[in-house]
């Protein structure tokens, strides 16, 4: 397993940013899939966004998609998500996950940490 940690949560205003981090530990942090998902208040955890190992293809649902970019950082071993003209439905404990090689789903996960977007 892996271990991450999620920070850069907080309240903002809507229309406002926020940026999340999230450290991951191992050393083949190159080799995860990378993802951040979401649970809104009496909702089931969704994706949110995704990175492959390449950094070069990410996936985003399509609530999030032309507001939220996600990055990663392989000589940091982090994960980010920018998140832009929030909205009071984005408020939500956001989770870090990671999918190791071998793996057919994220089986890593973060402690989460809550974003609230006032109206």
């Known amino acids: 397993q892996v271990q991450l940690v999620e920070s850069g949560g907080g309240l903002v205003q809507a229309g406002g940013s926020l940026r999340l981090s999230c450290t991951a530990s191992g050393s083949t942090f190159n080799s995860y899939i990378m993802g951040w998902f979401r649970q809104r208040p009496e909702k089931e955890r969704e994706f949110v966004a995704g990175?492959?190992?390449?950094?070069?293809?990410?996936s985003y649902a399509d609530s999030v998609k032309g507001r939220f970019t996600m990055s990663r950082d392989v000589v940091k071993r982090m994960v980010y998500l920018q998140m832009n003209s929030l909205k009071p439905e984005d408020t939500a404990v956001y989770y870090c996950?990671?999918?190791?090689?071998?793996?057919?789903?994220?089986?890593?996960w973060g402690q989460g940490t809550q974003v609230i977007v006032s109206s």
């Open positions: 996950a990671a999918q190791l090689p071998g793996q057919d789903t994220f089986r890593s």
């Open positions: 990175i492959r190992r390449s950094a070069s293809s990410t």
